[in-house]
Every structure is written in structure tokens, then in C-alpha cells.
């Protein structure tokens, strides 16, 4: 019950492993790509209490020596500050060239782990061992790397691609429900793009996702897959991976809106984003009214929210929401670019979309 794909491109393609129990074979799979390596483990507090101690015993088992760098659990850690002391503390567990770096965590751990795996001694190779479901089917594919600044997320980092991926199913149990949703909306979205037949499966099958076993396996495979086949077409970001951006053009606003707090978690404001993407296609006639309602209704179903008025608190008006909006890097000379869709599973990127008739629909929707 392990799925296996090979994604990349020759010398630097590598295996995302997905099953049950990964965390526990870490030590044998990657003995075999560099055996006898020191292993500098980035991980959160979170994931150290629980998932730290098999993994350092299966490294040792496999002859691997491990040490482990715990980091404090949340976006603050995506920082110059915490990226310069996980530096030195690999540094001090003497990794070299030959050893590796292992992501062992959420896309906070893999973004930074992966930043300063690329850093490091002008690049160390990395392990990406992902444990929350946003983790598994987005940020450890693709290779993007990095930390926030002060002028906003991701904006310094690396292309680092790592030489393997091992998402244990399990490890999602401990996952907390609010953050498996969320990165369930990440999964939804791969269907929405270009994947109707997923989508429909996922409208049937998600309490199987939720619940463990081979549904999530398949779910997390289809999503790597996807994501995968996007980057390989446009690895630096010049024009198909912006269809990864589905909901997140909204969704960003959304986010900054409600101050990048626990309020309002990422894959959270990608649902509202692409509810409301739908929605706003069908308003403009893009798509049919029924493929919106389908939408928001399975996403409402797995309990995620799809309106603004879903989210708790105060919120910009839609003056303050257009501004956020036009404040989003996608935007390019003043006219708006959306991930727009003719359909589930049909979605296009449309450039120069009318601001007025953004601000429309925004009213529209209070
Ligand atoms: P996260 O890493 O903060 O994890 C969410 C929470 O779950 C944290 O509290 C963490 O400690 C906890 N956690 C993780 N795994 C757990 C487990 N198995 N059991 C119990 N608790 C667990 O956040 P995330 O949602 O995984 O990732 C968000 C980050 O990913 C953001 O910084 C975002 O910018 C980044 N990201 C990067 C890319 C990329 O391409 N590199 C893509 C999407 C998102
Ligand atoms: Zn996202």
C-alpha cells in the first residue's frame, strides 16, 4: 500500500513516497541514497513530541547519525532570525557537503529546513518527510524554499529541489482536524484546476480521506501528481504554475485581511478563494451557476468555510479588500489576473479583469 512517483527531470528527479509507516522506514530509505551520512533533523515542537524519537531510531538503526534541531511551531519561524540558528546548529552537528538535511514537519519546517539546506555550505542535498496534509500535497513538492521578511511571506529564499519525499499517511492522524481541512482544500483544488473525474471522486470519497487508509493515499498521490505535472511544465513560474494560484488571489486577500492569524488559516482562505472564484465566474458567465453551488456545497461539507461572512471577526471593508487585492503579486500594470474557470476541473488564467467588476461581485457577497 506504498505509492511511489518519480517526478523532475533526470539527473535531479527523485521518488515522493506515500504510505502508512514511512516515518519508521526513514533510516533504511535514506541509508540507501547516502549511507552512513550525518542527518541534521529540522522539526517543530509539535511534531518532535510526536514523530521525533521513531525517526531518530530508525536513523540510527540504518546506521545514520542523526541530531535533532526543534524549532517553536507557527509562521513566526519562517524568519532570518530562527534560519540563522538553525544554520549554526548545523553547522555545529558538522553537516557537510556529503550529509543531508531532513524536513521533518508542516510547510514551516520544509520551507525553512529546505532554505537553509540550500544555504548551507552552498547547498547540502534534503529530505522533505512532510506531516500535515498542506505539507504533503503542496510545499514539498516543487522546490521552493525560503523565509518572510519584513515586507512580506516567502519573498527571500532558494530552488531546492529535495533528492527524496516520504509523506506517511499516518503521521497525519496526529495532524489537528482544523489543519487537515485546511490542507484538504489544497487537495480540492487539484480537481478544480484540471481534474473533474478527481473532483467527483473526492465529492464520494472524502470522509474516506478524512478517516486514513488507501483513499488518503490516493487523494495525496493524485494531488503530488498534479502538482507535480505543473511544476515540470513551468518549474520557475513564468506562466502554468500561476493555475496552482486557484482561490489564492482572494484567498491572499482574505488572509492579509485578517492579519495572517489563527483566525483564519491559509488552505481556509483558499476555500472562501475559490468558492469564490467559482462564483465570480459564474457571475460573469464563464461557468454555470450549478458548477458554483457544487463547489461551495463539498467544500462547506467537509466543514470548511466559504463565504467571508464564515470567517470570525472584523474584516476589511471592499475599499480595503480591493486594495489587498491589487497589493498581491499577481497583479501586473494596474489590470487584475484571476484564476478564473469555465467549469469544474476547467480553470484558465484570465488577465485583465475588470476591477469594477471585481468590486461588484465583492459587495455582492457581504
Ligand atoms: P505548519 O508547518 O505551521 O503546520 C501546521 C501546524 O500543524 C503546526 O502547528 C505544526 O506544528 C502542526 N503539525 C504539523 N504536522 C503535525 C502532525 N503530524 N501532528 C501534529 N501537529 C502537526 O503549516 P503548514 O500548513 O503545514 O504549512 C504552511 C507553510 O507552508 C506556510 O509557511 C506556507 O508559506 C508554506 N507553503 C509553501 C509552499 C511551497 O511551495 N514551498 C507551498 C504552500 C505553502
Ligand atoms: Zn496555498
Known amino acids: 500500500d506504498v505509492t511511489q512517483l518519480r517526478v523532475g527531470l533526470g539527473e535531479r528527479s527523485y521518488d515522493i513516497v506515500i504510505g502508512p509507516g514511512l516515518l519508521e522506514e526513514a533510516g533504511a530509505r535514506i541509508a540507501a ?45 519562517k524568519s532570518f532570525h530562527v534560519f540563522e540558528q538553525v544554520v549554526d546548529e548545523l553547522l555545529a552537528a558538522r553537516i557537510e557537503r556529503r550529509d543531508l538535511v ?15 539546506a540550500a544555504a548551507l555550505r552552498r547547498g547540502v542535498d534534503f529530505v522533505q518527510a512532510p506531516t500535515s496534509l498542506l505539507a504533503q500535497v503542496d510545499s514539498s513538492v516543487g522546490g521552493k524554499t525560503g523565509i518572510n ?29 482544523r489543519e487537515f481541512r485546511a490542507g484538504y482544500a489544497e487537495v480540492a483544488k487539484y480537481g ?13 470519497r472524502w470522509q474516506d480521506v478524512f478517516g486514513g487508509g488507501p483513499a488518503r493515499i490516493e487523494a495525496i498521490a493524485t494531488s503530488c501528481a498534479s502538482k507535480a505535472a505543473v511544476v515540470a511544465r513551468d518549474e520557475k513560474e513564468t506562466g502554468d504554475r500561476a493555475l496552482l494560484n486557484l482561490g489564492h488571489t482572494f484567498g491572499h486577500a482574505l488572509e492579509a485581511g485578517a492579519g495572517f492569524s489563527q483566525r483564519l488559516l491559509h488552505g481556509e482562505a483558499v476555500a472562501i478563494g475559490m468558492a469564490q472564484a467559482f462564483r465570480f465566474s459564474a457571475r460573469q458567465g464563464l461557468c454555470a451557476a450549478a458548477d458554483a453551488e457544487r463547489v461551495t456545497a463539498h467544500l462547506r461539507t467537509v466543514g470548511l468555510p466559504t463565504r467571508i461572512a464564515d470567517i470570525p471577526g472584523e474584516l476589511p471593508d471592499t475599499d480595503g479588500l480591493m486594495e489587498l487585492i491589487a497589493q498581491d503579486k499577481k497583479v501586473s500594470r494596474g489590470a487584475l489576473t484571476f484564476l478564473l474557470a469555465r467549469g469544474i476541473g476547467e480553470s484558465f488564467i484570465a488577465r485583465d479583469v475588470e476591477p469594477a467588476a471585481v468590486r461588484t461581485f465583492l459587495d455582492s457577497e457581504r
Request: no cysteine.
Open 149 to 177: 521578511s519584513r515586507h512580506g511571506k516567502n519573498l527571500v529564499g532558494a530552488f531546492h529541489q529535495p533528492i527524496l519525499v516520504l509523506a506517511d499517511s499516518l503521521a497525519l492522524d496526529t495532524l489537528p482536524l
Open 33 to 77: 541514497l547516502r549511507a552512513g551520512a550525518r542527518v541534521g533533523i529540522v522539526t517543530d515542537r509539535n511534531v518532535a513530541e510526536r514523530h521525533l524519537g521513531p525517526v531518530e531510531a530508525s536513523l540510527r538503526q540504518a546506521g545514520l547519525s542523526p541530531t535533532a534541531i526543534v524549532i517553536e511551531p507557527g509562521e513566526k519561524s
Open 102 to 116: 531532513l524536513a521533518l514537519g508542516g510547510g514551516v519546517v520544509g520551507d525553512l529546513a529546505g532554505f537553509a
Open 192 to 204: 478544480l484546476i484540471d481534474n473533474a473525474p478527481f473532483f467527483g471522486w473526492l465529492e464520494r
